[in-house]
């Protein structure tokens, strides 16, 4: 194996294997964007505003974010219950590193959209 290539098979150490992909996924960089916009949100509001996304996938991406420490969850003592998500100072940490993924990804959706669509 190639040297440099050597800190990959460190599984244990690995910090894309071990940070990054815990939240890296589809749904929950679109959360963690989402709730650094609103800065919090219940649970049927970013069910209705992601319609493509089960109720099963959400509460467990919002588990998993709320696990790591990039969201909050806060349940109200209501009738019916009312429970709300809020970015954390942790994951707001994160939303400079998000907008400038999702610039790049902006500017390359532009280009594939001209690709595709020739005037």
Partial sequence: MKEELKKYADTADCPIRN????FSTKWGLLLLTMLGECRYLRFGEMERALPDISPK????TLK????DGLISRRAYPDVPPRVEYSITSEGDSLLPIIAELTQWAVARMEKRKSAHNPV
Avoid: D, F, M
């Fill in 19 to 22: 940070i990054i992909s815990r």
């Fill in 57 to 60: 996938v959400l509460s467990s």
């Fill in 64 to 67: 998993q974010l709320e696990a």
